[in-house]
């Protein structure tokens, strides 16, 4: 089965930018809308960014807009999010979540909701603080 493992987070000051890694394994990520969400303490899981399987559709949550660029390496079956112009509000547990369900929406489409999505990494703490 896909597992997925996160890395990349850290200390960044306002304004910084980090690059968050997700590895998969045990399928090939290249079949699968990706997405990645984040959560902070008393909050919901909130979903950031998508990108459908073939890459043609990408998705983001009005907050990262221009900010956040998710992309995905087939090569190395690796999924990344590059995080530019850091904010505090950014400070969370940020997640890569994988879409497993085999429908064709996932060609040309990506969700940011939590159910859409079947399979998670463990979480990878980012830290925006001045």
């Known amino acids: 089965q896909l597992q997925l493992v996160e890395s990349g987070g850290g200390l960044v000051q306002p304004g910084g930018s980090l690059r968050l890694s997700c590895a998969a394994s045990?399928?090939?990520?290249?079949?699968?809308?990706i997405g990645w969400f984040r959560q902070t303490p008393g909050k919901e899981r909130e979903g950031i960014s998508c990108?459908?399987?073939?890459?043609?559709?990408?998705n983001y949550v009005d907050s990262v807009k221009g900010r956040f660029t998710i992309s995905r390496d087939n090569a190395r079956n690796t999924m990344y999010l590059q995080m530019n112009s850091l904010k505090l509000d950014d400070t969370a547990v940020y997640y890569c979540?994988?879409?497993?369900?085999?429908?064709?929406?996932?060609?040309?489409?990506?969700?940011?909701?939590?159910?859409?999505?079947?399979?998670w990494g463990q979480g990878t703490q980012v830290t925006v603080s001045s």
């Open positions: 979540a994988v879409d497993l369900r085999p429908r064709m929406a996932a060609i040309s489409r990506c969700g940011l909701r939590i159910y859409d999505y079947d399979s």
């Open positions: 045990g399928l090939s990520l290249d079949s699968f809308a």
């Open positions: 990108m459908s399987s073939t890459g043609s559709a990408t």
